[in-house]
């Protein structure tokens, strides 16, 4: 265990094997991290903070520390990372904001220099954010969504997995799995084809979605008219057509549009 003598690092801290630590980097009594993981220079981890194996943290990151919801009124809230994630240059990454709830980013996230994940938010694994990308409170990003550099997302909207969201965005309401959208205001464009097919994804499954997309985004139907058309034409053995259709349904704020 590497720890450079200008670090600080509290004797509570709990620190795998192989861990790095870099100089004048900051530790808190309440941190924990996986064995391989790299602090990096000028790093600050504070707060009840859990961090996996194998991660990289750039220097001027900062991690756990407390929410900015005004809405705090103190207890223990905590930050979770996951495994294999880098943490790039001047990331914030806020603890919760209510006693006992989590700010979660998932295994293999790649989080780029000046992005903020604020309180309560759920970020899934394989995850990538650009540079400058903004989470507000309560935001869940799901499994493998690229998030393009200087978009900022509103508190409480749903980002589905697969999908990818242009550079410079504002996006104020839930983007359905598997699209690809981008722009102020914010319009989903098409289905999110290179990535489905890196991903694997069986080609009569994204004929599917592709057809759902049109369904949804083409043909002038309201959102229920559209979930009731699709509905009535089921794909078989489709999870992801599935997934697409139960993820619209849950949405609360409405689809983006």
């Known amino acids: 265990m ?3 003598p200008t670090a600080i690092v509290d004797p509570a801290a709990e620190l795998g094997a192989d861990v790095e630590v870099g100089p004048y ?3 808190g009594p309440h ?3 996986g064995p391989g993981t790299r ?3 000028h790093a600050v981890i504070e707060g009840h903070t859990t961090i996996g194996a194998n ?4 220097p001027f990151c900062s991690i756990g520390q407390q929410t900015q919801d005004l809405k705090y009124a103190g207890g223990m809230t905590y930050v979770e990372i996951g495994d294999e994630t880098t943490i790039r240059e001047y990331v914030t990454v806020n603890a919760a904001t209510a006693d006992g709830d989590v700010t979660r980013v998932g295994n293999r996230c790649h989080i780029m220099a000046y992005a903020h994940v604020a309180h309560d938010c759920r970020v899934g694994d394989e995850v990538i954010i650009a540079n ?3 989470l507000a409170g309560h935001v869940e990003l799901e499994d493998q969504v690229i998030l393009g550099g200087l978009s900022a997302v509103h508190q409480f909207v749903r980002i589905g997995c697969l999908s990818i969201i242009g550079g410079c965005s504002r996006v104020i309401q839930d983007v359905p799995p598997y699209m690809m959208a981008a722009g102020n205001p914010l319009e989903v464009h098409a289905i999110n084809a290179v990535g489905l097919k ?5 080609s009569t499954v994204q004929k599917a979605l592709k057809q759902a997309h049109r369904v949804l985004y083409r043909e002038g139907l309201s959102t229920r008219q559209a979930l009731d058309r699709l509905a009535a034409e089921p794909v078989e053995d489709a999870v992801e057509v599935a997934h697409l259709i139960d993820f619209i349904k849950a949405s609360e704020r409405g689809i983006t549009k």
Do not use: Q, W
Request: aromatic share 4%; charged share 15%.
């Open 2 to 4: 590497g720890i450079h």
């Open 25 to 27: 980097a900051v530790i």
């Open 31 to 33: 941190v924990r991290i």
């Open 39 to 41: 602090i990096m220079s």
């Open 55 to 58: 991660g990289t943290l750039f």
């Open 132 to 134: 400058c990308g903004t």
């Open 198 to 202: 890196r991903k694997g994804i069986d």
